[in-house]
């Protein structure tokens, strides 16, 4: 048979709430107790095992106080919230908080009906409200935080104010002489001191002497107490026997100059001297577990300068890295041959005709010697417009040269081989220099873009801890475990956050409620990653875009093609800004299809990196033009920034585009010629504003060749009504359809986007 295996952090976790329950039983403020009340209701509130804490409430109210009136108070405190708890256990329904207060009130019945004369009353019940109030933040820090034990303001009074009842609780206890709170409280100061923390040393100690200053109703304690913290923390050392030491000659001095007890001197220090036995003996581990806890906010500052110390250590690798690319592009461009003159073109070409066809001429000593000069000029004279033609013949050759040269087909033939020679090799060093040029082109660009992340990683990360501490706590009260939080300003001072919570709760939707109203903007959820450690995730969130676009796509091929030769892309580009794009490749079918769906997978593959514009269409540009095939492809580009509500459009070959804004048209016109058709482009341009409810029309030539002329089809559009950008598109396809006779002559391709606020 076997035998179930005893938890001992659940037996050590009730045996502490039981300890704290007969400790509020035992703290009484001007004859009045009800701690021990309030901190059953928030027990039940926090989720509590209800049985336990029942049992706890009945047993250290009696303990404390034997009696019948006790008795009969503390069944109607226990019974009211039973009652309440498994009323919300049955319906399945979580306590409200205003539930919790309203009922801890009528649990006071009884001790109203035995008190109804008292004029204390009325404190005693402000005095458990607040303390009812001060526990179920103390029970929701400790049992449902776990391991994250980041205190906010509010939260860390309501635990000095715990600490001060627990010295009001604990100074009454008197066990022959051996004053308990003396050994509790020098115990904590050892513990604190030891691991460097003087300003949470000096407020625990006030709040604890505050409360047994209360009990006594003597301002000593805070007086003898606050001294012993102090010198404690002006002492502190790394050695246990040292620390110990100077605490206790420094309570002797205190006894001896101050309180002159003599006599029982003895029993003052014999909590103090337990409580250094204790903390000598306890593992070094320990405390430093202690520790980590309680640095973990100094802790986070460090990991953050560390942060923005490794930004500016990467800005400066980028910088250097950026000058590598930089030097490259210097070299590539270096290595670029340059073409021939004219003049150097046709020495050569007289050298090579001298060498070749007047070699074994037997006229050649009687040209060279009497006709040198007037020949050169003729075989200069020919070649030239051999070079201006491209290829001569007979006519061509000047009379004086054809009535005296015997090869003159000969000459014609190398001249024209020469030629059609050096134009095969221009050809071939053009695709070479411009293999040289873009390759120094896209070195030139990642350089600048190396600058550029440089620049934005470079500026420091501002941090926001307080609002961190406020957004934990809000998630913690709706039972959504919350181990840490990082708010960060940067590029464009957008608002980011991450935050790590518990796997299973990643998704909730209290999430993004509990950021937007902390942080006053709204914000989204963006990814979600898993942490190797534990079974957390790290959600980032930023803020949650003002303005969002819409997309409306039609298109049709051209009739007899089973492949539209038109490609569209509509991406997200990083930040808050989309690619729209159109590219119609030259004819119509598979053809037509690969080649602008090449062009089109370039544009956005540079344009995911972050080159800029000019760059990106020199280079697809001279990546589509290289082979010297007729890879002809019009682009039509629009780069909407819904942040900055700008669109920028570029234009290669492509017709015009359209905006509709409500019932006015702005045109947006077209032209250069072709991508790939030059090894250089000229795009034509165009920056606008765009505001909610615009719609931006784009469209292949098939659609504006099949309206009659341009105001037709501006015409058609402004009389269009609908809102939606798909009913758009297919409305103005079918349009261009019917007017060709339900035939497409080309393939048919419109995009519409369309703006709007996000509520």
């Given at each position: ?278 903390f000598i003996i306890l593992p070094n581990k320990l405390l430093n577990n202690l520790s980590d806890i309680i640095y973990v906010k100094n802790n986070e500052i460090s990991s953050r300068n560390l942060i923005n110390a490794t930004r500016r250590s990467i800005k400066k690798r980028l910088s250097e890295l950026s000058n590598v690319f930089l030097d ?107 293999v040289k040029i873009l390759l120094a082109d896209q070195m030139g660009a990642v350089s600048n873009m190396l600058l550029n992340i440089g620049d934005e990683i470079n500026k420091n990360v501002s941090f926001d801890m307080a609002r961190e501490n406020k957004i934990i706590s809000c998630l913690l009260s709706l039972n959504v475990e919350c181990r ?71 298109s049709c091929n051209k009739a007899g093609n089973e492949i539209c030769g038109d490609c569209h892309s509509i991406i997200r580009l990083n930040g808050n800004r989309f690619l729209l794009a159109l590219c119609d490749g030259m004819g119509a079918g598979s053809s037509a299809h690969n080649m602008s769906a090449l062009t089109l997978g370039l544009i ?156």
């Open positions: 048979m076997k035998t179930k295996k005893i938890n001992f952090n659940y037996i050590l976790k009730y045996f502490a709430l039981f300890f704290l329950f007969l400790v509020l039983s035992n703290a009484k403020i001007n004859n009045l107790s009800p701690f021990i009340y309030a901190l059953f209701f928030a027990c039940l509130y926090v989720g509590v095992d209800e049985k336990l804490s029942a049992l706890f409430t009945l047993s250290s109210a009696v303990i404390i106080d034997f009696s019948l009136q006790t008795f009969f108070i503390a069944i109607t405190v226990v019974a009211t919230g039973l009652i309440i708890f498994y009323f919300h256990k049955i319906i399945k329904k979580k306590i409200k908080l205003i539930t919790i207060f309203i009922f801890y009130l009528i649990s006071l019945a009884t001790y109203i009906y035995y008190n109804f004369f008292n004029f204390y009353i009325i404190y005693y019940i402000l005095l458990g409200l607040i303390s009812l109030y001060v526990f179920i933040v103390v029970c929701q820090v400790t049992i449902l935080r776990k391991n994250c034990f980041k205190l906010t303001l509010d939260e860390s009074i309501c635990f000095l104010f715990l600490i001060a009842l627990l010295g009001v609780g604990l100074a009454p206890i008197n066990i022959y002489n051996f004053l308990f709170y003396r050994f509790i409280l020098m115990l904590a100061i050892f513990i604190l001191i030891s691991i460097n923390n003087s300003t949470l040393t000096y407020s625990v100690t006030l709040s604890f002497a505050f409360g047994v200053s209360i009990s006594s109703m003597s301002l000593l304690p805070i007086a003898e107490f606050s001294l012993i913290a102090l010198v404690a923390g002006v002492f502190s050392m790394p050695h246990k026997f040292k620390i110990s030491f100077i605490v206790i000659l420094t309570d002797i001095l205190i006894q001896y100059l101050f309180f002159a007890k003599n006599i029982i001197l003895f029993y003052d220090l014999l909590p103090i001297i337990f409580a250094a036995i204790i490259m592009k210097q070299l590539h461009l270096n290595m670029v041959k340059k073409d021939l003159t004219k003049d150097e073109l046709i020495a050569m070409f007289s050298r090579e005709i001298l060498n070749n066809c007047c070699k074994d001429c037997l006229d050649k000593n009687k040209c060279t010697r009497s006709l040198g000069l007037d020949n050169k000029s003729n075989l200069e004279l020919l070649i030239d417009i051999a070079l201006t033609k491209g290829k001569v013949t007979l006519l061509d050759i000047p009379s004086s040269l054809i009535n005296r040269c015997g090869k003159v087909n000969n000459l014609v033939s190398l001249v024209n081989r020469l030629v059609d020679e050096y134009r095969q090799y221009k050809n071939m060093v053009a695709d070479v220099n411009n840490e939080v990082l708010l960060y300003n940067e590029k464009n001072n957008d608002l980011n956050a991450v935050i790590i919570v518990k796997a299973d709760e990643s998704f909730h939707p209290i999430i993004e409620k509990v950021l937007s109203e902390v942080l006053k903007a709204p914000m989204r959820i963006t990814s979600v990653t898993p942490i190797q450690e534990g079974n957390y995730n790290s959600i980032t969130l930023h803020k949650r875009n003002k303005f969002d676009c819409v997309f409306g796509l039609a956005e593959n540079f344009y995911k990196v972050g080159f800029e514009n000019e760059i990106i269409l020199e280079s697809v540009n001279k990546l589509l033009s290289v082979n010297n095939q007729e890879n002809y492809s019009t682009l039509d580009v629009c780069v909407v920034d819904l942040d900055k509500e700008i669109a920028d459009f570029i234009k290669v070959g492509s017709p015009f585009g359209l905006i509709k804004r409500d019932a006015n048209i702005d045109l947006i016109e077209g032209g250069a010629l072709p991508i790939g058709a030059l090894d250089s482009i000229t795009p034509v341009t165009h920056k606008t504003t765009i505001s909610t409810k615009d719609m931006i029309i784009m469209f292949t030539d098939g659609i504006s060749d099949a309206f009659e002329t341009q105001e037709n089809l501006i015409e058609y559009i402004s009389k269009l009504v609908s809102t939606n950008p798909q009913t758009i598109a297919e409305s103005i396809l079918n349009e261009a359809l019917r007017l060709n006779n339900m035939s497409a002559k080309d393939d048919m391709t419109v995009l519409v986007a369309r703006t709007y606020l996000k509520n």
